[in-house]
C-alpha cells in the first residue's frame, strides 16, 4: 500500500511539473520534483532514481492506469504534454467506473438515517451529479431490500448517539400485546437490523435481563440525564452467537436441532446455512438431507422452519416438534374451514 501511494504521489507530481509550461522539465528537474515532494508529504528524505521516473512516464503513457497521457520528449532532453490543457486529474470515468460508483452510491444511502453519514451526503450528491453527467439514465444493478415506509426509523440516530454517549433513554413504548402505552427507562447497548426491521437492545434495570425493543413500535423518546448508564460490558456476537434474530429466550440454553430438508429445498439450505452453526449430518439418496443446528429456540426459528412448507421437518428436539405439529394443524384447519 505505501509503494502504491508513493507511486501515486509521484504521478501527481510530474503531471503538475508538465502542466507548468513556463518552464523546461528534464528527467532530472522531474527526479528532484518527485523526491521533494515525497519529503513533504511522507517524509521520505532519499532522491527518487532516474530509473524510477521513466518507468513511471511509461505507465503514465500507456492504458494500464486509464492515463494515456500524451508526454512527448522534445530536443532530446526536456519533457512535455503534446496536448496543452492534458491532466491526469481530468480523465474521464469509464463504464466500469461509473457502474462500480453508482453500486457504491446507491449502498452507503442505505445508511441515510444516521447523523453518522451526514458528512459524506453532500459527496454522495456530487458522486450521483457526475454519474448523471457522465452517463445519463445509469441504472442501479445491485438493488438492497430495505422499506423507508417502516415507522420508526427516524429514531435511528437519536438511539445510535444515545448508545455512544452513554445517556439512558426514558421510552414511551406500545407493543403489539398491550393495549396501553408504558413508559419506562432504558440503557440502550446496541441497535440490531433483523428482516427489514430495526430494535434497540439493552436494559431496564441492572437487575432484569437484557430486552429488544421494536423501533416501529416505540411512541416517543425523551432522556434522563440524571441516572448513570449501566457499566456492564455486552458483547453482541457472544449474546448472538446461537441465535436466529433478536429474540434470546432468557433461561433456555442452546440445544441441537435437527432437521430433514427435501431434495428441492436441499440446495438452497446447503449453499445459504440457516445459521453458522449447520452441520451436514446426511445425505440421502433421493437429494434430501439432514442437519443440525445448535440455537436457542424463538419465535424468529420458528418463522424460518414454517417458511419452507412440505419440504422440512424437525427430527428433535421433541418440544419443537410438536410445536410446528400444532402451528400446522391448526394452519390446516383455517384453510379447511368451509366459511
Not at 462500480?100 to 450521483?128: A, G, P, W, Y
Amino acid at each position: 500500500m505505501a509503494q502504491n501511494k508513493n507511486a501515486l504521489i509521484r504521478y501527481k507530481t510530474i503531471d503538475k511539473c508538465l502542466q507548468n509550461k513556463y518552464r523546461q522539465w528534464t528527467l532530472e528537474d522531474l527526479m528532484q520534483a518527485c523526491s521533494e515532494a515525497l519529503y513533504e508529504y511522507e517524509g521520505k528524505d532519499s532522491s527518487v532514481s532516474k530509473r524510477t521516473i521513466q518507468l513511471d512516464i511509461q505507465l503514465m503513457r500507456s492504458d494500464k492506469l486509464g492515463y494515456n497521457a500524451p508526454i512527448e520528449v522534445y530536443d532530446k532532453k526536456y519533457y512535455h504534454y503534446a496536448e496543452e490543457d492534458f491532466s491526469i486529474t481530468d480523465i474521464p470515468l469509464t463504464e466500469t467506473d461509473i457502474n462500480v460508483l453508482t453500486e457504491t452510491v446507491s449502498m452507503l444511502k442505505q445508511f441515510k438515517d444516521f447523523s453518522l453519514f451526514n458528512d459524506v451526503s453532500d459527496i454522495l450528491q456530487r458522486l450521483e451529479d457526475k454519474i448523471y453527467a457522465e452517463k445519463s439514465h445509469t441504472q442501479p444493478v445491485i438493488h438492497l431490500d430495505k422499506n423507508d415506509n417502516l415507522k420508526g426509523l427516524h429514531l435511528l440516530d437519536e438511539i445510535y448517539q444515545a448508545i455512544i454517549k452513554k445517556v439512558v433513554l426514558v421510552i414511551t413504548y406500545k407493543s403489539f400485546k398491550s393495549r396501553d402505552e408504558t413508559k419506562f427507562n432504558f440503557h440502550p447497548f446496541i441497535l440490531k437490523e433483523f428482516n427489514n426491521r430495526w430494535f434497540v437492545v439493552g436494559k431496564k434495570k441492572e437487575s432484569q435481563p437484557i430486552t429488544n425493543l421494536a423501533l416501529d413500535r416505540i411512541v416517543k423518546i425523551d432522556y434522563d440525564f440524571s441516572m448513570p448508564f449501566l457499566t456492564e460490558k455486552f458483547d453482541a456476537e457472544a449474546y448472538y452467537n446461537n441465535v436466529v434474530g433478536v429474540t434470546v429466550n432468557a433461561g433456555l440454553k442452546p440445544r441441537v436441532i435437527q432437521l430433514w430438508i427435501d431434495a428441492y429445498n436441499a440446495p438452497y439450505v446447503i449453499t445459504k446455512p440457516i445459521h453458522h452453526t449447520q452441520r451436514l449430518l446426511q445425505q440421502n439418496e433421493d437429494g434430501s438431507i439432514v442437519i443440525n443446528l445448535f440455537l436457542i429456540e424463538n419465535y424468529e426459528l420458528e418463522r424460518i422452519l414454517l417458511g419452507f412448507g412440505d419440504g422440512l421437518e424437525v427430527l428433535k428436539p421433541e418440544r419443537l416438534r410438536q410445536r410446528m405439529r400444532t402451528v400446522i394443524n391448526n394452519a390446516s384447519l383455517v384453510y379447511n374451514d368451509p366459511s
